[in-house]
């Protein structure tokens, strides 16, 4: 390794200490603003809370042992949500590439659904399914789904035809063809279409726990907002941001480890 790369690498590992020290300012920044403007009589606390008073509120619900039931909930629906979704989503992409006319026949059904506000099908899947966990995973399916499938078909699509040409010259069969050149150039798009699922599980299932549930942090952000409890609401949001921050980050991990 020469001196030039080493400062290269130096450059690179400053420059990235300083968006993440830019990135923890911001956040204790906005924190702080909240709860001064709480102190200060900027805003309502009782509408807008402050972070000493969501705090108090999470320190509350650990000693009653309720948060962890309301988080386990949640979480659990949201990654069954995530990972049934991504996985019917790609498994569907690969069925759409590998017989382009039934993905004639169903592209303009795969536009409306994708444009279909999923929770619209919240009572219909009640009824259907019953009201519990299942319609709420189900609804966090369906909300990943179609998105998955959108964005990995277009990474597939987007494969040169010349250098599947190539393949079919050298023999290749349609499933080297895919192994070999669509799937890993339609890797990154399979990333970007695990990083939106990630957020639109997360809504799908909040959605689900808005319409039917009796545990999660949904059911929190409802009962709270019902008994005027504006603190029970607030605390639940920032636990939700702090759980689909991580959930991200891990997702960023297996970015990096699949493109390595």
């Known amino acids: 390794m020469n001196d030039a790369y080493r400062q290269y690498l130096k450059r690179q590992k400053r420059a990235h200490r300083r968006v993440?020290?830019?990135?923890?300012?911001v956040l204790v920044g906005f924190f702080g603003l909240w709860e001064l403007?709480?102190?200060?009589?900027?805003?309502?606390?009782f509408i807008l809370s402050s972070p000493s008073r969501v705090w108090a509120t999470v320190v509350?619900?650990?000693a009653s042992h309720d948060l962890w039931l309301h988080v386990g909930t949640t979480l659990l629906e949201t990654v069954l949500g995530f990972v049934f979704g991504t996985l019917l989503g790609t498994l569907l992409a690969v069925l759409l590439w590998w017989l382009p006319a039934l993905n004639r026949v169903l592209d303009p059904y795969l536009v409306v659904l994708n444009a279909l506000p999923k929770i619209a099908l919240g009572p219909v899947l009640i009824v259907w399914i019953g009201a519990g966990m299942a319609s709420i995973v189900v609804m966090g399916i369906l909300?990943?789904?179609?998105?998955?499938?959108?964005t990995v078909l277009n990474g597939f699509l987007?494969?040169?035809?010349?250098?599947?040409?190539?393949?079919?010259?050298?023999g290749a069969s349609k499933l080297q063809i895919f192994t070999k050149i669509v799937l890993p150039a339609g890797l990154k798009d399979l990333i970007a279409a695990l990083k939106i699922s990630v957020g639109m599980s997360w809504v799908g299932v909040i959605v689900g726990e808005y319409l039917v549930s009796k545990a999660g942090l949904g059911y929190l952000i409802v009962?709270?907002?019902?008994?005027?409890?504006?603190?029970?609401v607030m605390a639940s949001v920032v636990i939700l941001c702090v759980l689909a921050a991580l959930m991200y980050e891990a997702v960023a991990l297996?970015?990096?480890?699949l493109t390595r």
């Open 20 to 25: 993440r020290a830019a990135q923890v300012g």
């Open 37 to 45: 403007g709480a102190a200060l009589g900027w805003f309502d606390p």
């Open 60 to 62: 509350r619900l650990c």
């Open 143 to 150: 909300v990943s789904l179609v998105v998955t499938t959108v």
């Open 158 to 170: 987007t494969t040169t035809d010349d250098k599947q040409l190539l393949m079919k010259t050298l």
């Open 223 to 232: 009962y709270g907002g019902q008994v005027f409890k504006l603190d029970l």
């Open 254 to 257: 297996l970015e990096k480890r």
